[in-house]
């Protein structure tokens, strides 16, 4: 369709917070909650109970349910997806998406919930079904007309409701979101959804759409309902606004990354390719098969690193795929599909980053959900407006195309080098931090593995603790210049290469200490 934070004094206040939160088992429910759980479960219960990633299937269902609808070309009853005006009612969508879900998530606040009431589950899903049916099989008959637009923002809209929904949901349950536990769901889900309506018939396809919304809401709903433990206490204002500057940014670079991959998707000309408007297909499958790499990679490699970690490697392909776009006009379909792909990745990413920041405390569930939604498809509708602009003006096209092209690989390497150098400000929202009782334990061994001197064992346990180079250096009374050079000293021992990396390295020895 055209279509790793400097530990602040305040963060030292949030790091004394969380250490005050009680423990958590293999997947996040804390021990005293989950002896609240009731013996005997239903079958699908013990099964999510046995395996909890399973418990991301109905939300993964809904990001398939949105892909199969706007993005498989037999969707619509006998309808051409690939229409100015379905297009635009896709554009539609995201706008309706967008502004309900900021707009609830604002309402809500930090105290209300609106799963807090089973019921809205059933009428949003329901409004949802009914609304998708009429936008599907109406098609013929309304696409002419400001109805099919109209039905495209509501639908957009009790999307929205069924993420904040699922959101509050995962939240509640204490779901980690991470690489292996969600994005092995989401891309298998995703990528058997988009499979299975290749070979459904045309004229059936509206139907597999609508199951997939009705399963995802009978998921939520089974999940929600047999919920008996409470939402993670909030953390306070003053302890979270040091960290909004770094949630604002990674926003933005969901945000402007997805202006770029749209604007790629909409300025190839998909109309020559061989595969025609199946290209959008392939482009959605090789996202899902992207993520099923990765977290294969991190199942395999047993890695637990922070999801913004990440997000270097997405831009990086996003730069890629725009350049393969000027290179040669015979790999146009290579830079469409690394487009859509990239796109795809970064959506789940952020979920699965804000996800984390809720678990935390930073946010409620409608916000972080409201953040992680709303920078990607914000980027996503500006692209693919950005790329149908050019194609209604074809004069404009000739001349601006590749000097914008130019422009935003030129923003992608500005912000890639950006967030490279600020990484551990980002990854230390989302890594559990080591209570001070173990700080000193913890570096210890890790002075006796790799032989630190006593000055690089002092620097080391300030830095676990969260200090700046400037306040090491005030405390031990010496040069910044010479507490940087101990680090470098600490950095080649242990054989890193940033803080970040130096706290993630702190906290994997408190994760074996505990097993």
Known sequence: MQRRVFMSKAENTLDDVLDQKSSYDSDGVSQSDSLKTDVKQPAMDRLV?????????????????????????????RTDLLTANITTSWLFNLAGTVLVIIGVALFLGRKKHLSDKPWMIGITALCLILITAALLYGAPLILNSVVIYILSFLAGGFEGLMWILWGETLTQARAKFSVVHI??????????????????????????????????????????????????????????????????????????????????????????????EYIFVVGVVSGALLI??????????????????????????????????????????????????????????????????????????????????????????????????????????????????????CVLAFVLVSIVRCESRFVALTTEPVAPSEIDTICNQIIAEFKLSEREGEILKFIARGNTVNSIASKLVISPHTVNTHIRHIYDKVGIHKRGELLEYINMKKEEKIS
């Open 49 to 77: 109970t046995l395996n909890p990633a399973l418990k991301y299937l109905g939300f993964s269902l809904l990001m398939a349910y949105h892909y199969v609808m706007w993005f498989n070309p037999c969707s619509f009853f």
């Open 183 to 276: 994005g092995v769901v989401f891309g298998a889900t995703v990528l058997v959804s988009m499979l299975i309506a290749l070979i459904v018939p045309a004229d059936l396809m509206p139907i597999f759409i609508l199951i997939l919304i009705t399963l995802s809401a009978f998921f939520l709903y089974r999940q929600k309902t047999s919920l008996t433990i409470s939402y993670p206490v909030l953390l306070p204002r003053d302890t979270v606004k040091p960290a909004f500057t770094s949630v604002m940014a990674v926003c933005s670079v969901g945000c402007v990354t997805g202006i770029a991959c749209y604007y790629l998707v909409a300025i190839v000309p998909w109309e020559q390719f061989v595969s025609g």
């Open 292 to 409: 099923l790499l990765v977290s294969g990679l991190s199942i395999l490699l047993k890695a637990k690193a922070s999801m913004f970690k990440l997000f270097p490697y997405f831009l990086v392909f996003a730069i890629v795929g725009l350049s393969i776009f000027l290179s040669s006009s015979l790999l146009e379909p290579l830079s469409f599909v690394v487009g859509l792909s990239v796109s795809s990745l970064l959506e789940v990413s952020l979920i699965m980053y804000f996800g984390t920041l809720m678990q935390r405390g930073f946010f409620a569930p409608a916000l972080a959900v409201a953040l992680s939604v709303a920078s990607v498809r914000i980027g996503i509708a500006l692209g693919n407006c950005l790329g149908l602009f050019y194609e209604m003006n074809s004069d404009l096209a000739q001349v601006a195309v590749d000097p914008t092209t130019l422009i935003f690989i």
